[in-house]
């Protein structure tokens, strides 16, 4: 069993999830209008100054079109990088393998001298915070080295292995 807490790394899988709507989280609000939490709006006064005041202005598909300076997202209201970071801990049970070997009386008949039965399994289990519901934070298609300790970019998901094995003694 491996087990590391802490660190937090950049997912694109989580970003894709959120732009696609296939996030669990994206169904906030059952998907109607919503404003955005801790926002501002900004307003130019007579002298020329600016100040913010709250937002009151709900997110919708009318005040979403990109590159308009007087939406959320023209106004770059959405800060990919920290909103993919995921929290790296996890807790793996990496392997686990049975064998038996069957009794010397079983044999006495036969032309063997010793038969041995086993089954394994790899990368059974795999708990990450609820933050993380996207990858292994293991996983990394930017290979091995230290690029790969930032984060994943659309990574493959860790696969599970069962086996069996029979190992025969003449």
């Known amino acids: 069993m491996d087990i590391r807490q802490g660190g937090v790394m950049y997912s694109r899988t989580k970003d894709i999830n959120y ?9 906030y609000n059952d998907r109607n209008t919503m404003i955005v ?4 709006n900004e307003i130019i006064n ?5 100040s913010y005041v709250e937002n009151t202005t709900p997110i919708s598909s009318a005040n979403m079109q990109a590159g308009n300076p007087g939406t ?3 106004n770059g209201g959405f800060d990919m990088g920290s909103y993919s970071l995921i929290d790296k801990s996890y807790i793996k049970l990496r392997s686990i393998a049975l064998s038996w070997e069957l009794p010397n009386k079983w044999l006495a008949n036969t032309p063997f001298q010793a038969v041995r039965l086993s089954a394994f399994g790899n990368n059974l289990f795999l708990w990450t915070p609820s933050d993380n ?6 996983m990394s298609s930017f290979g091995n080295d230290l690029e790969g300790q930032y984060g ?4 493959n998901p860790s696969s599970r292995r069962f086996g ?3 190992m025969v003694k003449f």
């Open 19 to 27: 732009f696609t709507g296939n996030a669990i989280q994206t169904a």
């Open 133 to 138: 519901t996207f990858v292994d934070p293991e």
């Open 72 to 74: 959320f997202w023209g």
């Open 37 to 40: 939490p801790n926002s501002v």
């Open 152 to 155: 994943e970019y659309t990574a």
């Open 164 to 166: 069996f094995n029979v």
């Open 46 to 50: 007579a002298d020329g100054t600016i």
